[in-house]
């Protein structure tokens, strides 16, 4: 499984891909909370808070992480390796595992670098240091949850196709539908007092709290299992294949 792990990462960061990515996401986030007028600029809000970062990453990363997850098992199968993969000592839930942290990994090597924003506001406060750390470093662990469910559906999108660019597209949709698809049925009150029920299914209900800083149980009990949902979809695919 760990050779499987260090595969996955070592074939991501030798392609061009990999770094235009990377380099993409740091870029728009970048133009977003220092360069363009708006609501999300650091500057113009005059607070020394990195809150922009927490709710802008969420819409690039739809983009940013099925670009991480699209080749992972759609590459395999394009190549004809899935069949071999397949028949290594591994269990099915072994490579999916393998896969999934590969790219959660991915994920946080693209987040480390937005740590600079945090210690420019940081020595920009008035005095420095007036910045809630704790609150910051609380949404940092919401952006990772947050980061790990999307993985975990572009997995998903990647293991029922072999074509690189449908398991992107199709990935993206995904993350765009749980992340705001519940959030918009549920606004229209059409079901009454089912409504609640439906907002709770989607990720962005979840995702509010944690990109504040706050730590909810129920919130993170709501990642891990839709982390968890996909993870056992995406084995049932693999088996699918042994039927």
């Given at each position: 499984?760990?050779?499987l792990?260090?595969k996955?990462?070592?074939?991501?960061?030798?392609?061009?891909?990999?770094y235009?990515?990377?380099?993409?996401?740091?870029?728009?986030?970048?133009?977003f909370?220092?360069?363009?007028?708006?609501?999300?600029?650091?500057?113009?809000q005059?607070?020394?808070?990195?809150?922009?970062?927490?709710?802008?990453?969420?819409?690039?990363?739809?983009f940013?992480?099925?670009?991480?997850?699209?080749?992972?098992?759609?590459?395999?199968?394009r190549?004809?390796t899935?069949?071999m993969?397949?028949?290594?000592?591994?269990?099915?839930?072994?490579i999916?595992?393998?896969?999934?942290?590969?790219?959660?990994?991915?994920?946080?090597?693209?987040?480390i670098?937005?740590?600079?924003?945090?210690?420019s506001?940081?020595f920009?406060?008035?005095?420095?240091?007036?910045?809630?750390?704790g609150?910051?470093?609380?949404?940092?662990?919401?952006?990772?949850?947050?980061?790990?469910?999307?993985v975990?559906?572009?997995?998903?999108?990647?293991s029922?196709?072999?074509?690189?660019?449908?398991?992107?597209?199709?990935?993206?949709v995904?993350?765009?539908?749980?992340?705001?698809?519940?959030?918009?049925i549920?606004?229209?009150?059409?079901?009454?007092?089912?409504?609640?029920?439906?907002?709770?299914?989607?990720?962005?209900d979840?995702?509010?709290?944690?990109?504040?800083?706050?730590?909810d149980t129920r919130?993170?009990?709501?990642?891990l299992?839709?982390?968890?949902?996909?993870?056992?979809?995406?084995?049932?695919?693999?088996?699918?294949?042994?039927?």
């Open positions: 499984m760990i050779a792990y260090l996955e990462i070592r074939s991501f960061l030798s392609s061009l891909i990999g235009v990515v990377i380099g993409v996401f740091l870029l728009l986030v970048g133009l909370m220092w360069v363009f007028p708006q609501d999300f600029n650091v500057i113009d005059g607070f020394a808070n990195i809150n922009s970062l927490f709710a802008i990453a969420p819409w690039v990363f739809m940013l992480i099925p670009a991480i997850t699209m080749r992972s098992f759609a590459e395999e199968k190549t004809g899935i069949e993969l397949l028949t290594k000592p591994l269990s099915d839930m072994n999916v595992l393998a896969k999934y942290f590969a790219g959660l990994t991915l994920v946080l090597i693209a987040l670098p937005t740590l600079v924003y945090y210690i506001v940081y920009m406060g008035n005095p420095v240091g007036n910045i809630d750390s609150g910051a470093m609380g949404s940092y662990i919401g952006l990772v949850f947050l980061g790990g469910a999307y975990s559906i572009g997995i998903f999108a990647s029922i196709t072999s074509n690189q660019i449908i398991a992107f597209l199709l990935g993206a995904l993350c765009f539908f749980f992340f705001i698809g519940f959030e918009s549920g606004s229209f009150k059409l079901f009454g007092e089912f409504d609640s029920y439906i907002l709770a299914l989607g990720i962005y979840h995702n509010v709290n944690l990109a504040k800083g706050v730590m919130d993170l009990a709501y990642f299992g839709l982390i968890s949902l996909f993870l056992l979809v995406t084995r049932l695919v693999l088996q699918s294949r042994k039927w």
